[in-house]
């Protein structure tokens, strides 16, 4: 898709990370002058960008007076919270447009404020265990397992599951050393599905545009898991709309939000749905990709002219009962590695159902040691699309055989892919 309307104008993406490589290209496809901030130095997105800057994004007067210098046209951060607040302020004080107010952005910053804005509106959440101390924890009545969580920290980081007293001791100081505030959020750990949904927002106008079902990686032990798998259309999806979609959107309607993209993630026992998290902007998921295919509607362009022209452009409608199915491989990488190279790329571009692979890093650079049960672990996702859950499966299939990720001494460092075998038994579901 190409919005004419952004010709020529310039854009300052506020965080270079990894994920924000391939909104280069399309910021470029629109013709669309973009500058990467951050304090990291020589980082791959910066080598691809129009301009690089090298600041820190929390230095809001600095950041305003680049962009008065460098003539930029509008401000956008789209896969960080923490970055998400200080976008606003900076747009606020350009009059430059952003989707979301800086309590608005507390939905996915605070998973405790997160919490409370669900219940006032009846959205389902898992029960809570309100312990303030590391000492307090023997002497509350706790059913285990519990899952405990930095109240303000994203991308896995700080997690833990926790079966008995002693683990969550472990775990409350992980936790605690992770988040911002110094607070963590513990809950009923409920180890069933789980289902991402995401919504857009045009003038008002609130859609569920797409759920889909999350699978993890299990070969690893003693950390979080990992997902290593999403497939669209969601197994939930016809029970999401009848029960769920209308509170979900009463609160967003609640909070005051007009335009944007956000996603929940969910947890879902029999036929209920708990969500347990937020986040205020495009998710790593790269749901986005999938989006185009379908709806000819590319999230990512149209932020990019909301913050250059506070417009969403034209009005689509959404429905999350897709007319084809998706898959999205997360290729989860052995923590510690460094990438070498990329293997057979050129074949698998050759093949028309291979949406989108959206590296995360470069040639040279290193998985992180600490990245194990953490988003840290995905090298890349990669997008497919196919008309029957039989062809989806093959071309996972087909997928899993070419695409090789490996280190300096030519070894693979991928985890073992999902079992195709148990993914198939539980598409039983159609169209």
Not at 240 to 266: C, H, P, T, W
Not at 273 to 292: A, D, H, P, V, W
Not at 329 to 342: L, N, R
Not at 393 to 422: A, C, K, W
Request: aromatic content about 10%.
């Amino acid at each position: 898709m190409l919005m004419n309307e952004l010709k020529g104008k310039r854009l300052l993406l506020i965080g270079g990370q990894g994920p924000t490589a391939d909104l280069i290209d399309l910021a470029h496809r629109n013709q669309v002058f973009i500058g990467v901030l951050d304090y990291n130095k020589g980082t791959y997105v910066k080598s691809i960008a129009d301009a690089a800057h090298d600041v820190s994004a929390i230095d809001v007067d600095a950041v305003v007076q680049l962009c008065k210098d460098e003539h930029y046209d509008g401000v956008i951060s789209n896969f960080n919270d923490m970055l998400s607040s200080y976008v606003c302020k900076i747009a606020e004080k350009l009059g430059f447009h952003v989707p979301y107010t800086v309590e608005q952005l507390l939905m996915s910053d605070n998973k405790k404020y997160f919490k409370q804005t669900c219940m006032k509106y009846g959205v389902p959440v898992p029960k809570e265990y309100h312990i303030a101390s590391r000492e307090a924890i023997r002497q509350t009545e706790i059913e285990y397992p519990v899952i405990i969580k930095p109240v303000d920290a994203g991308g896995s980081q700080g997690i833990s599951i926790c079966h008995n007293a002693d683990e969550l001791e472990v775990g409350f100081d992980k936790a605690m050393a992770r988040s911002r505030g110094k607070d963590v959020i513990i809950e009923a750990y409920i180890p069933y599905d789980e289902i991402n949904v995401t919504y857009i927002a045009q003038d008002g106008d609130i859609q569920l545009a797409a759920i889909h079902d999350r699978y993890f990686n299990i070969t690893q032990q003693g950390v979080v898991r990992v997902p290593d798998l999403y497939i669209y259309p969601s197994r939930y999806t016809k029970l999401f709309y009848e029960k769920y979609n209308d509170r979900v959107i009463a609160m967003l309607k609640g909070i005051g939000v007009k335009n944007g993209s956000l996603f929940m993630q969910a947890c879902v026992k029999g036929d209920q749905i708990y969500f347990y998290e937020s986040g205020m902007r495009l998710n790593g998921c790269k749901t986005y990709q999938i989006l185009e295919y379908e709806n000819k509607f590319n999230t990512f362009e149209r932020l990019m002219s909301y913050a250059l022209t506070g417009s969403m452009g034209e009005h689509v409608e959404f429905n999350a009962n897709f007319k084809k199915w998706y898959a999205t491989w997360c290729v989860v990488a052995k923590p510690g590695e460094t990438i070498q190279e990329y293997r057979n790329l050129k074949a698998l571009e050759s093949y028309p159902w291979l949406i989108h692979i959206a590296r995360r890093y470069a040639p040279g650079e290193k998985v992180p040691d600490t990245a194990a049960g953490t988003l840290g672990q995905l090298v890349s996702r990669n997008h497919i699309c196919a008309d029957t859950k039989e062809e989806l499966i093959d071309r996972l299939d087909q997928m899993f055989q070419l695409y090789q990720v490996t280190n300096p001494e030519g070894e693979s460092i991928l985890m073992q892919p999902h079992d195709l075998n148990s993914l198939r038994e539980k598409l039983d579901y159609d169209l």
